[in-house]
């Protein structure tokens, strides 16, 4: 009896190959910029990129510090595939310190000018100064006299109150500073001095014309029995 013939057993049919598409948008930067991954991978069980699961296909933006490699591996049991991409990462230039501004230069102070002065008959700017033991220049400044040749009589000036490093004139014997309740009579009668011959020294128009805090010369006794016509003349 002839035997059948027997029928070949067909060879299985090998799997489709894995195809992977990695790309990135730039592969050389500065440090500080950012670039985009992306995949598409056919025919794979799994895909890792960088040893995190992604999908079979997407997208990712990267910011790395330094050169750095990145690796997708696509996986099946029967198979592998990899693919690498470097990106190369430049210093960033170094960003320029602003220059420092400079210091301002330190303006002297001025002179405080809180002291008002009637200018009186026979006065000059220079009479003034020299009375009250002020530098010419200081009057200037405080009361910005564009012709220190040209002052009236009547004209109220002011004078500073304080400058430093000068002391009194030769005829001041002493310095009072008006305190409140005081009045040019009463301080006449606590250093026994006549007190026309204060108004004079101190070129006061009105006796009652004086104000606390106000620095008022005492002559010294020498002066005190003549009055000046013309104070620093």
Not at 116 to 134: E, F, G, K, M, W
Request: net charge negative.
């Amino acid at each position: 009896i002839p035997q059948a013939e027997e029928t070949p057993t067909p060879e299985p049919t090998p799997p489709p190959e894995i195809t992977v598409e990695f790309q990135v948008d730039k592969d050389n930067i500065v440090q500080g910029e950012a670039v985009t991954l992306t995949w598409n991978v056919q025919n794979a069980a799994a895909v890792v990129v960088d040893g995190q699961g992604v999908d079979h296909q997407g997208s990712r933006e990267e910011r790395p510090d330094n050169t750095h490699t990145y690796t997708l591996r696509a996986e099946r049991p029967d198979s592998s595939v990899e693919r690498q991409l470097v990106v190369i990462v430049e210093p960033a230039a170094p960003t320029p310190e602003p220059e420092p501004e400079p210091e301002p230069t330190p303006t002297p102070p001025g002179p405080e000018c809180d002291t008002p002065y009637v200018v009186q008959p026979c006065d000059t700017l220079y009479s003034i100064a020299t009375r009250h033991n002020i530098p010419v220049e200081a009057i200037i400044e405080c009361n910005a006299l564009p012709n220190p040749n040209c002052i009236t009589i009547g004209q109220i000036i002011m004078l500073p109150s304080t400058v430093e490093g000068l002391t009194p004139p030769s005829w001041c014997a002493e310095v009072h500073v008006v305190q409140p309740g005081e009045t040019l009579f009463s301080i006449a009668q606590k250093y026994g001095v006549p007190m026309q011959v204060i108004l004079a020294y101190n070129t006061l128009l009105d006796p009652t014309w004086i104000w606390v805090g106000q620095a008022i010369c005492i002559p010294s006794p020498e002066c005190s029995g003549a009055v000046p016509v013309c104070p620093g003349q």
